[in-house]
């Protein structure tokens, strides 16, 4: 959500010795994440109690969807020596947020859900992505690449928030799947997930079940006036009148305008990084044997105003 890095480019240094990947990774370059709105968390979490390592009683009909060969389809370099995050976003991790918040996947037909699981999984790889254009197997194989960020410009702490004030020395910077930013946001979504946001933000890039968990929290969590990712996903958004005449429609371009509108959307916004999401979504639609939906982009859209 913070994220003012270019994984795509240290990748490239690391990965491709010549340097035609170095010059095309800055392909959407120039990007960066708006803030999301404070606060106003609904958490979906329910308790629950795995203790063994498989998710082999996992109650997850996510589990029905993403299979743990499909997930590896998914991420082929997740664990390369290359990625910051190898061995961290582990399968069963995934399945264990996913028992947290039953609705994710689990609202609607086997259609819906297994685009909505796509569109969950399409923003975070474009989040956490390693990828370039000439990228082994291409630039959406790289997905959950990253789960930290790298060298953060600021410790994103808004300071006027005093709900959710930071803490001295605490950085909010990106971190887990969806980056998750900003001390208005780490707050919440602690809360939800059940770890000290504030006091504790390491976490997320410690505990891939909290991490999965703060994604999942974002996704199904509406901050008015914008909807949840989730209700977009399964059809439960109902535009205002305000949204219909801003062309807020339901389709997966309105996730990427929840996420980033106030930088990707809209007729100055960037084109690049929608694409790449968009990439991601067509891939793992495709692989779950779904078609992608109405509006994949949002250049028509108005964003959501910004956030203090
Ligand atoms: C997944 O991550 C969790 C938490 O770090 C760890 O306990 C577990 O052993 C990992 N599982 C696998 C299969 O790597
Ligand atoms: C809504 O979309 C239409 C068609 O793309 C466009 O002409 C119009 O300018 C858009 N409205 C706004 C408010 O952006
Ligand atoms: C759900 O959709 C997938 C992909 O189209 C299909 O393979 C599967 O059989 C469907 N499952 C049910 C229960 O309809
Ligand atoms: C915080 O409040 C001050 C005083 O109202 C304002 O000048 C500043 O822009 C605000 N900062 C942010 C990040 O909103």
């Given amino acids: 959500m913070a994220r003012l890095f270019l994984p795509a480019i240290?990748?490239?240094?690391?990965?491709?010795?010549?340097?035609?990947?170095?010059?095309?990774?800055?392909?959407?370059?120039?990007?960066?994440?708006?803030?999301?709105?404070?606060?106003?968390?609904?958490?979906?979490?329910?308790?629950?109690g795995h203790d063994g390592d498989l998710p082999s009683h996992s109650h997850s009909h996510v589990a029905s969807i993403v299979t743990e060969d499909l997930y590896r389809s998914f991420f082929l370099h997740k664990d390369d020596a290359a990625c910051p995050a190898r061995g961290f976003y582990n399968?069963?991790?995934?399945?264990?947020?996913?028992?947290?918040?039953?609705?994710?996947g689990g609202d609607g037909g086997n259609a819906t859900r297994r685009r909505e699981v796509a569109a969950f999984l399409a923003q975070i790889s474009h989040e956490t992505t390693g990828g370039w254009a000439t990228a082994p197997d291409g630039p959406f194989a790289w997905g959950l690449c990253f789960k930290e960020e790298i060298n953060p410009q600021s410790n994103y702490c808004d300071a006027n928030n005093t709900q959710w004030p930071c803490v001295p020395g605490k950085s909010y910077h990106g971190r887990g799947p969806i980056q998750l930013s900003w001390n208005y946001n780490y707050g919440p979504a602690g809360k939800a997930v059940g770890f000290d946001g504030l006091r504790e933000p390491e976490v997320v890039a410690g505990d891939p079940e909290v991490a999965f968990k703060t994604a999942l929290w974002f996704w199904m969590t509406p901050r008015a006036p914008k909807p949840s990712c989730h209700d977009v996903m399964v059809g439960r958004y109902r535009p205002s009148g305000d949204d219909l005449a801003k062309n807020r429609t339901a389709g997966f371009g309105l996730t990427t305008n929840i996420i980033n509108?106030?930088?990707?959307?809209?007729?100055?916004?960037?084109p690049a990084p929608v694409e790449d999401r968009i990439g991601f979504f067509k891939r793992y639609c495709g692989m779950l044997g779904v078609d992608v939906g109405p509006n994949l982009d949002c250049a028509n859209q108005q964003p959501y105003s910004s956030p203090s």
């Avoid at 399968?91 to 994710?104: I, K």
């Fill in 261 to 270: 509108g106030g930088i990707e959307c809209g007729p100055s916004g960037k």
């Fill in 91 to 104: 399968y069963t991790s995934f399945l264990r947020a996913a028992d947290a918040f039953p609705a994710f």
């Fill in 10 to 48: 240290l990748l490239a240094l690391v990965l491709v010795v010549s340097n035609a990947g170095a010059a095309e990774a800055a392909w959407w370059s120039g990007w960066r994440w708006d803030c999301l709105f404070p606060n106003n968390g609904r958490g979906g979490y329910g308790d629950h």
